[in-house]
């Protein structure tokens, strides 16, 4: 190759005075529109985004706070009592005849013959008193009796000579008159003391305590050489007794069940310590009138006890027939206690809320026996809220079994 072509090809072609060549106007002018557009793409993109995210969210609020706006509730279907329409209340029983056995001399015991638990006839004696005062006032009653019946003697002779002489005209009618009325006086003189002997005798007689009923010594309150206090006032009682057959039962009944007894019902009585055991008996007596302390009415129950197997004074449950018509039972978390009275919360069928007035028959504890107010369709709604009112929109929860 020549030097020519050498020189040619190491010496670079040299651009133009002008400088290096530019691309056409057009080409950026597109570039520029296509990098607007896609910022302006995104930028509408982020915007729709940010709309559609908020107005999901409102209404994800709406929802919720519509669905915390509402009141779920858990309701019960009232239950029949098995009761058959009683009533069932505390009772007390108590002998049918009962008594504390007190002494009506004083003196000191000198023994006693029974002990508590004895089962004791009428007219039996229980023990014997020392009473010396009383024997002493009874040797002196006798011979001050002595001493009038003397003197109504001569007083009985001088009459009897002073109306011989009055006869005879020897005396004046005014000195017959005298001895007629120391006659007299002498016949009453005479009268007292013998009163006062009967009665020193009878109260002598009370050294021996006997038993004035036949029963079962319940309580023995004293022993050989106790000093013994005459009367009930301060005094103790020596023994108790009472007679165990029959018993009485004696029950406070409210007033709204005032009017359901009568005499000659038969009731049943239970007691806890005796499980199974059913007593039968009749009520035999009903108090006139309503006790304004407790507004209730006393009945009392006449239960037959030959065996034994009930003690005076026992905790006794009495079944009084009470209602014609079956109760209904209702959980007691149901109860909603309001300033008119007792209520319970029925839901119907469009949600909404009706606090119904009710009557209470018993208080079982866990759960109510109502008398009337409610129907065996209702619907109950259990643990109620304390502000719910009448007329309120509530939701039913549904139930976990049969939703299980």
Known sequence: MTEKNHASLAIPARDSDEGPALPPRSLEWKRAKIAIFIVLALLAIGAARTVVTDVL?????????????????????????????????????????????????????????????????????????????IDQELAQAVAQRDQTASSLVLAKSSLQRWQQLRQRDAVSQQELDERQSAYNQNVANLAAADANVKRLRQLESFKRIVAPFAGVVTQRNVDVGDLIDAGSGA??????????????????????????????????VTQAELSGQRFHGKITHVSGAIDVATRSLQVEVTLPNPDGRLRPGAYVQVALPSSAHARLLV??????????????????????????????????????????????????IINPSDSIADGDHVVVAPDKKAAS
């Open 331 to 380: 959980p007691g978390n149901a109860l909603l206690f309001r300033s008119e009275g007792p209520r319970l919360a029925v839901v119907d069928n469009n949600g909404h809320v009706q606090l119904r007035k009710i009557v209470i028959a018993q208080d079982l504890g866990r759960s109510l026996e109502i008398e009337s107010g409610i129907g065996q369709n209702d619907r109950i």
């Open 235 to 268: 005094s103790r009682a020596l023994f108790a007794l009472a007679q165990s057959d029959p018993l009485r039962v004696y029950v406070q009944l409210p007033q709204a069940y005032a009017q359901n007894v009568s005499i000659g019902q038969q009731v049943v």
């Open 57 to 133: 969210h409102g209404r994800s609020v709406a929802t919720r706070t519509q669905q915390n706006a509402q009141q779920y509730v858990n309701v019960v279907a009232p239950t029949q009592a098995t009761s058959g329409g009683d009533t069932t209340l505390p009772g007390t029983l108590r002998g049918f005849v009962e008594s504390p056995i007190y002494a009506r001399a004083t003196g000191y015991l000198l023994h006693w013959y029974v002990d508590i638990g004895a089962q004791v006839k009428q007219g039996q004696l229980l023990a014997d008193l020392d009473t010396p005062e």
